[in-house]
């Protein structure tokens, strides 16, 4: 699934269909793409895992879901599930979710809850854990209300940095420990993004789909935990247990 820093890539490649009308529409989506023909794009957005253009009175939101693709300015050999043409290029959007947003986009998300947006705002993230104290840290990270934009991939690796156990309720973790967790959902996402434009990212994982761990040595667990069920890797040395 595209996490939030691949969302980020796509908002920073189409921003350039900002303040550019919709020329032709196509796609096999059941989605009426033709509203968005003749509109001009007023922002081109994102909100975690959200991709998001926005036109006067209505949005149109993208979710890559675990297998979505795009492409500007060149075509899959598939359907695109949406295709928009203008005057300047082309967005193709595929394996994906849509659906219209009505009204201002302010009005339909906390910005303060994405962890790559200006507005993130780490209190909240931390009184919103503190109300779920028997929730594990494993879900609570892919909880997208509290840290959007994070998945299974910054997860892992968030908390191998940060020495906590993927099943360690949030009331266990002490505070600073929480904070450090906190801080580096942020903090991974931006150097996932980096990693990313790089063409490195898998090189600089240290314990998603490992098998030894680069601090101890030893064997990396991998464990589905938690109501997500998602492929957990974690040292039980360097992360052990509450």
């Given at each position: 699934?595209?996490?939030?820093?691949?969302?980020?890539?796509?908002?920073?490649?189409?921003?350039?269909?900002?303040?550019?009308?919709?020329?032709?529409?196509?796609?096999?989506?059941?989605?009426?793409?033709?509203?968005?023909?003749?509109?001009?794009?007023?922002?081109?957005?994102?909100?975690?895992?959200?991709?998001?253009?926005?036109?006067?009175?209505?949005?149109?939101?993208?979710?890559?879901l675990m297998f979505g693709t795009w492409r500007i300015d060149e075509r899959k050999p598939t359907t695109a599930r949406a295709s928009l043409t203008f005057d300047n290029g082309e967005l193709n959007l595929y394996t994906c979710s849509l659906?219209?947003?009505?009204?201002?986009?302010?009005?339909?998300?906390?910005?303060?809850?994405?962890?790559?947006?200006?507005?993130?705002?780490?209190?909240?993230?931390?009184?919103?854990?503190?109300?779920?104290?028997?929730?594990?840290?494993?879900?609570?990270?892919l909880d997208q209300d509290i840290f959007a934009g994070v998945g299974n991939i910054i997860k892992n690796e968030v908390l191998f940095r940060t020495r906590v156990h993927p099943a360690a309720t949030i009331a266990s973790i002490p505070p600073r420990k929480l904070g450090q967790v906190i801080t580096q959902a942020r903090e991974y996402s931006f150097d996932f993004l980096a990693w990313k434009k790089a063409y490195e990212l898998k090189k600089h994982w240290q314990v998603h789909?490992?098998?030894?761990?680069?601090?101890?040595?030893?064997?990396?667990?991998?464990?589905?935990?938690?109501?997500?069920?998602?492929?957990?890797?974690?040292?039980?040395?360097?992360?052990?247990?509450?």
């Open positions: 699934m595209p996490e939030g820093p691949s969302i980020v890539i796509l908002r920073e490649a189409a921003a350039r269909f900002r303040n550019h009308t919709v020329r032709v529409t196509a796609g096999n989506s059941s989605l009426d793409l033709a509203r968005m023909q003749g509109r001009r794009v007023v922002s081109v957005r994102s909100w975690g895992k959200h991709f998001l253009l926005e036109f006067r009175g209505f949005s149109l939101r993208a979710h890559l659906k219209y947003i009505e009204g201002p986009l302010e009005d339909a998300y906390d910005w303060r809850a994405d962890v790559m947006n200006p507005a993130w705002d780490p209190r909240l993230a931390r009184r919103k854990l503190k109300a779920r104290p028997d929730t594990l840290i494993c879900d609570a990270l789909t490992r098998r030894t761990c680069p601090r101890c040595g030893g064997p990396v667990s991998k464990q589905y935990l938690g109501t997500t069920r998602r492929r957990t890797f974690f040292c039980p040395v360097c992360q052990p247990p509450p």
